[in-house]
C-alpha cells in the first residue's frame, strides 16, 4: 500500500510517499497547485492520501486530489495507536499529534519526549504506554530575532548562526545571539531535565527545520546519547495515522 501523506505548516507544505513506513520521496513547497502535485506524484501510484494543515480553508488542489483517490483529513479525532488525553483536541495543533504519534510508532514501549523546533518550539511527552497529556509551546528560534527587532527601537534583525558557541556577547549583534541562542539552549536543556527526572529511559526525539540546530546546540550536553534526530517526524506520524485509520 502506497500513501501519500500532505502537511501543509505555516510557511511550507511538505508532500512524501510511502510504502508502508518506507519513505520513498519527500520535497518541501512554498505554495502548492494541482500541477505542483501531479509533478511530484508523477513517478508514483499512490493507493491513498492523507492531509494535515495549520490552515482553516481547503485549497482547489486538494478537492481535486479528493476526487482521484480515497483522502482523508488528519484531526484529534483521528484513530490511532495513542491515547490522547488533551482536554481540549479541538485546539491541539495536528503537527504535535503527529509527532507523538510518529514518536510512539518508531520507539514502541519507551518514554518519548518531542521537541518540535519550527516557527514555534513545542515539547510534547507521550509516555511508554502511549499516552499523550500534552506539552508546552514556546516561541521559535527566528520568531526570538524577529521580536527583538519588531519590538525595540535600536536592536537590528540579524540571522542565526550556528558556529557562536560564546557564553556572553561582547557587542550588541553577539550580545543577541548570546540571548537567542543561549536562551534557547538553556530552555532545552531545562525542559529535558525536568522530563527525565520524572521517566526512567527518556527518549528524546527532536524534529522540525531547527532540528539540526537544536543538535548542535545539544551536542556536548548530558543528554546527547539520549538524543535522536527525526526530521521528517510529523510525516512518518500521519503515514502512521492513515495506516491505523484503514485498518
Given at each position: 500500500m502506497t500513501n501519500l501523506v500532505i502537511d501543509i505548516g505555516n510557511t511550507y507544505t511538505k508532500i512524501a510517499v510511502f510504502k508502508l513506513d518506507e519513505l520513498l520521496a519527500v520535497e518541501q513547497f512554498e505554495t502548492v497547485d494541482a500541477n505542483t502535485l501531479d509533478s511530484f506524484l508523477n513517478n508514483y501510484k499512490v493507493n491513498r492520501a492523507i492531509i494535515s494543515s495549520v490552515k482553516k480553508h481547503i485549497e482547489p488542489w486538494q478537492i481535486g486530489l479528493g476526487?482521484?483517490?480515497?483522502?482523508?483529513?488528519?484531526?484529534?479525532?483521528?484513530?490511532?495507536?495513542?491515547?490522547?488525553?488533551?482536554?481540549?483536541?479541538?485546539?491541539?495543533?495536528?503537527?504535535?499529534?503527529?509527532?507523538?504519534?510518529?514518536?510512539?510508532?518508531?520507539?514502541?514501549?519507551l518514554n518519548n519526549l518531542v521537541i518540535n523546533g519550527g516557527t514555534c518550539i513545542t515539547y510534547d511527552y507521550i509516555d511508554a504506554g502511549g499516552n499523550y497529556f500534552g506539552g508546552s509551546i514556546s516561541p521559535g528560534l527566528n520568531m526570538r530575532y524577529k521580536a527583538l527587532n519588531y519590538y525595540t527601537a535600536g536592536l537590528p534583525l540579524i540571522n542565526t548562526d550556528a558556529a557562536f558557541d560564546a557564553a556572553y556577547g561582547n557587542d550588541t549583534e553577539t550580545a543577541?545571539?548570546?540571548?537567542?541562542?543561549?536562551?534557547?539552549?538553556?530552555?532545552?536543556?531545562?525542559?529535558?531535565?525536568?522530563?527525565?527526572?520524572?521517566?526512567?529511559?527518556?527518549?528524546?526525539?527532536?524534529?522540525?527545520?531547527?532540528?539540526?540546530?537544536?543538535?548542535?546546540?545539544?551536542?556536548?550536553?548530558?543528554?546527547?546519547?539520549?538524543?535522536?534526530?527525526?526530521?521528517?517526524?510529523?510525516?512518518?506520524?500521519?503515514?502512521?495515522?492513515?495506516?491505523?485509520?484503514?485498518?
Open positions: 476526487t482521484k483517490i480515497p483522502l482523508t483529513y488528519f484531526t484529534a479525532l483521528i484513530k490511532s495507536s495513542i491515547q490522547n488525553h488533551y482536554l481540549t483536541p479541538e485546539t491541539l495543533g495536528t503537527d504535535r499529534l503527529a509527532a507523538v504519534i510518529g514518536a510512539n510508532h518508531i520507539y514502541p514501549g543577541i545571539r548570546s540571548g537567542v541562542q543561549n536562551g534557547i539552549k538553556y530552555e532545552l536543556t531545562g525542559f529535558i531535565e525536568s522530563y527525565k527526572n520524572n521517566s526512567q529511559q527518556l527518549n528524546i526525539i527532536l524534529s522540525g527545520g531547527d532540528s539540526i540546530f537544536f543538535d548542535t546546540l545539544l551536542k556536548n550536553s548530558i543528554f546527547a546519547p539520549y538524543i535522536k534526530n527525526e526530521p521528517y517526524l510529523v510525516l512518518k506520524g500521519l503515514n502512521a495515522a492513515i495506516q491505523k485509520h484503514n485498518d
